[in-house]
């Protein structure tokens, strides 16, 4: 035999070995990936709703944190694994340190420095969870320097603002006002989430006064949506 037909068959070999080495990988990211969407489908699941039940809560949190062990490299995983935690404290059926949340929210932003959802979401937890909402602006802003009209940063800033308004420093309330203005100009998703947040913190008075005094004139369609939406009178 000549010493070409060795040569090939060495590189199959090779090939060989390095596929059965990969096959471990790629089932244990496939085998994450399962755990992620199920856990994924149980908080879209829970959008919108008070009350969680435990059974589902628990399901979602053994999945969520299956995905992360399996490969906690993804800062999908991390944050997914978060949210679920997130809901477990706000129904009484877990506790979690700022520690645990940190590491995995702050890791995430490390994997993905320059995901605005990644901010806008370490954000909301520093602020309902660890009560810390000059913390939960400093990553906004991190968050509008990545994605200056990104509408997770712009929804959250809402909610932590109107939630901690009378706390909030003067450059915080300045950024509110720009993204009630920019929301008011975005999606309708955006602009269904500033209108349910202003009813939610009892904002109507603070956000049409604003609007009121606007030194410049809005697009014709932001101002009519404002007066028969917003700022409907009743």
């Known amino acids: 035999m000549s010493i070409t037909f060795y040569s090939r068959q ?87 340190s700022n520690d645990e949340f940190n590491r995995l929210l702050s890791g995430a932003i490390v994997l993905r420095h320059n995901w605005p959802a990644a901010y806008s979401d370490y954000g909301f937890n520093l602020a309902f969870y660890q009560d810390k909402p000059d913390l939960a602006f400093e990553q906004f802003r991190i968050g509008l320097e990545y994605g200056p009209f990104a509408p997770e940063v712009i929804q959250q800033i809402l909610s932590v603002g109107f939630a901690y308004w009378p706390t909030l420093t003067m450059d915080d309330k300045y950024l509110v006002f720009d993204s009630i203005k920019l929301a008011s100009t975005m999606d309708h998703t955006t602009r269904n989430h500033l209108v349910k947040v202003v009813g939610l913190y009892d904002k109507k008075s603070l956000v049409c006064s604003y609007f009121d005094y606007l030194p410049e004139p809005l697009p014709e369609n932001t101002a009519n949506w404002i007066a028969h939406s917003l700022c409907k009178k009743t």
């Open 10 to 96: 060495f590189l199959i070999l090779l090939m060989l070995l390095g596929l059965g080495c990969l096959l471990p990988l790629v089932f244990n990211q496939g085998v994450a990936s399962a755990y992620h969407f199920k856990s994924s489908y149980y908080l879209n699941a829970w959008e919108g709703k008070t009350t969680v039940d435990e059974v589902q809560y628990r399901d979602a949190y053994a999945a969520a944190m299956n995905a992360y062990e399996r490969d906690n490299s993804s800062p999908h995983y991390r944050i997914t694994l978060s949210k679920v935690m997130e809901w477990g404290v706000y129904l009484g059926f877990d506790s979690f």
